[in-house]
């Protein structure tokens, strides 16, 4: 959910601006970055919640316009 402000939220080659109160669910095959200054990101496995670091997410080649 976002607090408050406006961003963008890349998801599998989409920019999408987001704003204050929305919810975002994604996939976790999915391609995903935020551009962002202040983010409070809550994730979990699909089914489960096994561990966490901050390793968790996959590196994938694509690059946002902001990278």
């Keep these: 959910m976002i607090l408050s402000g ?3 939220f890349y998801l ?3 920019e999408i601006a987001i704003k ?3 919810v975002l ?9 935020f551009k ?3 983010v409070i990101c ?6 489960s919640l096994e561990g966490f ?6 590196p994938v080649e694509v690059k946002t316009s902001w990278i």
């Design 12 to 14: 599998d080659g989409d």
């Design 6 to 8: 406006e961003e963008v």
């Design 36 to 38: 962002a200054s202040d």
């Design 53 to 58: 670091t901050e390793n968790d997410g996959c």
């Design 20 to 22: 204050e109160g929305d």
């Design 42 to 47: 809550i994730q979990t496995k699909t089914g």
């Design 25 to 33: 669910k994604v996939a976790h095959q999915a391609a995903r970055c």
